[in-house]
């Protein structure tokens, strides 16, 4: 047989049987299917697990926009109310275990019963002398919880409820009591004995104030201290009263509030005016312009929690909300804030919140409102009586209310309204806070004081993410992008093969030691040597581009010495050499320019600095971010077909001219995404700028202050706050924001990358 012969039939015992070709097409099948179905598992698997992550998030947030809701439990007569049907009902309370009601009547009877079947617990009578007949009733703010009765003889009597808790047989036990804070006798407030048709009072730090309007238009104001001997329990009382200017010609007051600084009183007028008086000193008293109120007569009027802002009804149903206000005089004034949706019938009075900005109010045709100040929503403004409504309490954890309509029955109500405090205005718009001279965005979401108002816009956290980001680009980008080109494209590839592991193992640096040293070692180096640091970013430019005009001026001899592609090298030394000159030279420069102090010479100039600032998260962030920019530039630059720069130069086009012609426009695809992978890198980082801005909330973006990101502020307050709270959700609709702001970012990004790449396409 000839050899080719023999080899043909080699060739054929060689291929596969029938049977064995039928066996590897079900084994390649079966891999197929394998990698098919595993690919697909592993997708279906992270689109799974990035849905279970919105799913969640949006479950921890969706309770922040939902309303109040109010059901009524059940409607009954308390054995109080039934005893006595004649004798009305004057205020109406609620401890904070929601089992206990407390009902102040006109007679001074005070009784407390179960809130679940209205049984009597405890019977207490108002000190009363005898022949007064009670005139009006006053409460504190529902913090301080005090109550004064006025009577015709111009005497005032003040109690407080008191709830001792006990567990016997490990069950808890509630026991109420009524304590009398100025004495179990009533005070002599009007010494001519008219009176009173207008009382107010407020627990202060200079004691328990108590404005009163006679019945022939005395304004009195009485300061109370007591103090209890502990052994023999008995109360000794200090107090001054004092004459208040009158109010203006032609009006009488109807309702009268005392701030808890004891600073103002605020009275409102049957002419439907507000009169503010100043009384910081009692004795020298200051009365304001009065202000109108529209929309009706004033019919219901009430400080809120912290006694920072008024509420106001009328008899048009009208409900607004009114700040004292210092203007640039240091004087306060009534001012007008928010308005609120109007409830159907005349307002009959309010029940503010314990500890937050909420409040309600009812009015005569049995509908009932429930507001919140800071967010200006209306959480709920339904009818649930036929009749008018006449008392309101609101349990301290504000998950139970007791309400009294005309009928003298009384209902309980089941609440939920829970996270009132937040709306969309009040995360991404000016709001006006108690305190403040004007609206503003604030970030200060907790604090020590229990009647803080809670300052949660978005706004500071948002343009303090946007702020680092752009530093730390603006820093990060130019140095990243010109340095991937010179070493893709110039550098020799053994320099090359130096330099891109060494930058790329920069990004192995874990942040928490770069927020470190920019913390403690760059932020203190750069506010005492201000003007090397302006120096430097100034002249290390200029000196590279000085540098290589002197190096081309060299005899080629010279420069044929060093092999193309390590000129690099050439501009360390005076790299080095420019950076030690204008440290060493800072310390004269600010002697010689700045007076001695560049920091100062800030401050003299109306220029705020911060030792941490956007300055030092910009250059230590910007170190971050480079590694991420320059590997996937460089690998852009790097990839670009040689045959495109080959022909570019055969054409007689000069490196420069081909790197700008060619290169760049082919390799601009890679180079934007490597520019929006350090941006989005920047945004997200949590650690350096948590530790390296100071996070002040501020809203600007002066590079010499600070400021707080969206993930720092979630990094350093989460652990904190109780979960389920209003501020935790908060937290996580911040980082729903984070979330958004990064796809929206990567999702342009990936937009003009693909329109970059089909224009250059044909090179």
């Not at 698997?45 to 969706?62: K, M, P």
């Not at 001012?335 to 019938?345: C, I, K, P």
């Not at 000159?581 to 705020?608: H, K, Y």
Request: hydrophobic residues 45%; negative net charge.
């Amino acid at each position: 047989m000839s050899e080719p012969a023999q080899l043909v039939k080699e060739s054929v015992s060689l291929m596969p049987t029938l049977e064995q070709r039928m066996r590897l097409r079900r084994i390649r099948q079966f891999k197929d299917g394998l990698s098919r179905y595993g690919v697909m598992t592993a997708g279906m698997a992270v689109v799974f697990s990035l849905g279970l992550i919105f799913f969640y998030l949006f479950s921890e947030i969706a309770p922040l926009f939902r309303g109040a809701s109010v059901e009524i439990v059940k409607t009954y007569t308390p054995e109080a109310l039934h005893n006595a049907p004649q004798d009305e009902t004057e205020f109406l309370t609620l401890e904070r275990y929601e089992e206990i009601g407390g009902n102040f009547k006109r007679s001074g009877a005070v009784s407390f019963f179960t809130v679940d079947d209205g049984k009597t617990l405890l019977s207490a009578q108002m000190p009363k002398a005898d022949g007064a007949n009670f005139s009006v009733l006053a409460t504190s703010t529902a913090d301080h919880g005090l109550v004064a009765y006025g009577y015709s003889n111009g005497q005032v009597a003040v109690a407080k409820t008191e709830y001792a808790l006990s567990y016997p047989n490990d069950k808890r036990q509630i026991t109420p009591s009524l304590e009398f804070p100025l004495g179990d006798q009533p005070i002599q407030l009007d010494a001519q004995g008219a009176a009173l048709k207008v009382l107010a009072i407020q627990e202060t730090s200079s004691g328990t104030l108590i404005g009163a309007l006679t019945e022939d238009n005395r304004l009195l104001l009485g300061v109370f201290s007591s103090s209890r001997n502990l052994i023999t329990g008995a109360v000794t009382l200090e107090q001054e009263i004092f004459t208040l200017p009158p109010l203006p010609q032609g009006v009488t007051g109807t309702h009268m509030q005392i701030d808890e600084r004891a600073q103002h009183l605020v009275i409102a007028t049957d002419k439907s005016q507000m009169v503010l008086y100043k009384i910081i000193s009692p004795s020298s008293a200051e009365r304001k312009d009065a202000v109108v109120v529209a929309n009706g007569k004033i019919t219901a009027m009430q400080f809120l929690v912290g006694t920072g802002s008024l509420v106001v009804g009328t008899s048009e149903g009208h409900v607004s909300q009114w700040f004292l206000v210092r203007d640039p005089h240091n004087e306060y004034h009534v001012t007008h804030v928010r308005d609120f949706d109007s409830l159907e019938g005349s307002v009959t009075g309010f029940a503010p919140e314990f500890a937050r900005r909420g409040f309600w109010a009812g009015d005569d045709k049995g509908n009932i409102g429930i507001y919140y100040g800071t967010s200006h929503r209306t959480l709920f403004n339904e009818s649930i009586s036929d009749k008018a409504i006449d008392k309101i309490a609101i349990s301290p954890i504000n998950n139970r209310a007791l309400m009294i309509d005309e009928s003298k029955n009384v209902a309980l109500l089941d609440v939920w309204n829970k996270h009132p405090e937040v709306s969309f205005s009040s995360l991404w718009q000016k709001v006006w806070y108690e305190g403040r001279d004007e609206p503003d965005y604030i970030w200060q979401a907790s604090s020590g004081s229990d009647n803080f108002e809670a300052k949660m816009s978005f706004v500071p956290l948002s343009l303090g993410t946007l702020k680092a980001a752009f530093f730390a680009i603006l820093f990060a980008v130019p140095l990243g992008v010109m340095g991937a080109i010179y070493t893709a494209y110039f550098m020799t590839p053994k320099l090359r093969g130096i330099v891109k592991p060494t930058i790329e193992i920069m990004a192995a640096l874990p942040t928490v030691i770069l927020g470190f040293l920019a913390g403690l070692w760059l932020a203190p180096f750069i506010e005492n040597h201000l003007p090397a640091i302006f120096s430097i970013l100034i002249l290390l430019p200029v000196i590279m581009l000085v540098t290589g005009f002197i190096w081309s001026k060299f005899p080629e001899s010279i420069r044929n010495r060093i092999p193309e592609g390590w000129e690099a090298v050439i501009v360390v030394l005076p790299i080095i050499a420019t950076v030690w000159a204008c440290v060493a030279m800072s310390p004269l420069t600010e002697i010689w320019v700045f007076d001695g102090s560049m920091r100062q010479w800030f401050t003299d100039n109306g220029i705020n600095y911060d030792q941490r600032n956007a300055l030092v998260v910009g250059i230590i962030m910007g170190f971050a971010v480079i590694p991420s920019i320059f590997s996937i530039a460089e690998d852009a630059v790097f990839s670009v077909p040689r045959h495109l720069t080959q022909g570019s130069l055969a054409l007689g086009a000069t490196p420069w001219q081909t790197m700008v012609g060619v290169v760049l426009p082919t390799a601009s695809p890679g180079i934007f995404s490597a520019v929006m992978m350090g941006f989005g890198r920047a945004v997200g980082e949590t650690m350096i700028v948590l530790m390296a801005t100071g996070n002040s909330p501020v809203v600007n973006f002066n590079i010499f202050e600070g400021m707080r990101t969206l993930s720092a502020n979630i990094a350093v307050e989460l652990p904190e706050t109780a979960v389920g709270s209003t501020h935790f959700r908060v937290l996580f609709l911040a980082a729903l924001v984070l979330l958004a702001l990064t796809f929206v970012v990567n999702t342009l990004a990936e937009v003009i990358r693909q329109r970059l790449r089909q224009r250059y396409s044909n090179l």
